[in-house]
């Protein structure tokens, strides 16, 4: 044991490389794995933010109708519930969840309940300036756990979000995915 342990404390930092790349490697092979068994997604996922993302889907829903629409963090619940009724969309679809409070905890709320459901690839929707924060956030969270997506971006004219928005969180999602923390507000 006390050898154990001397090597741990002098080669503490070769043990993170092997978790972080170890995380690298891992998630591709899941991620190849949910598009191997499910190649066609099976439900919406809608980050909330901008009401223009739930026509967007309640228009694309319209051709998909066995497939459930997650929604994460809208703005407004009874107009979200208007918009997928004047689209002929049916109530019993939506799961409308209201507990993330930023892009990261849209992903880190739903994940569990999308593993629940057997749900392995999903449509992501959201807008074309926040598509690549997303998509990096969600090739962490929803790939550490087997769930892959196909993005579909919902045009606005806001420029691309920073780069380092990105990197902020890829990282608390790393985070996330070793200690179920977000720091999120």
């Known amino acids: 044991m006390k050898l154990l342990y001397r090597f741990f404390t002098k080669y503490w930092h070769l043990f993170i490389i092997a978790l972080i790349l170890t995380l690298i490697l891992i998630i591709p092979i899941k991620i190849k794995i949910a598009l191997h068994q499910a190649p066609q997604p099976q439900a919406f996922f809608v980050l909330g ?9 309640a228009e694309i829903a319209r ?4 497939l459930s629409i997650w929604l994460s963090s809208v703005p407004n619940v009874v107009e979200t519930k208007k918009i997928f009724k004047t689209a002929g969309i049916n109530s019993t679809r ?3 969840d209201q507990h993330a409070v930023d892009t990261v905890t849209n992903f880190t709320t739903l994940v569990h309940d999308f593993q629940q459901s057997k749900i392995q690839h999903l449509y992501l929707i959201t807008s074309d300036y926040h598509m690549p924060r997303a998509k990096a956030i969600g090739t962490l969270v929803l790939g550490s756990r087997g769930i892959v997506f196909t993005p579909v971006s919902v045009s606005s004219n806001r420029p691309q979000e920073s780069n380092s928005r990105i990197v902020r969180d890829i990282l608390r999602s790393i985070l996330w995915i070793f200690t179920a923390q977000t720091l999120s507000k």
């Open 63 to 66: 051709w998909f109708p066995n």
């Open 49 to 57: 933010g901008d009401p223009k993302r739930e026509e967007a889907t």
């Open 94 to 96: 939506l799961h409308i």
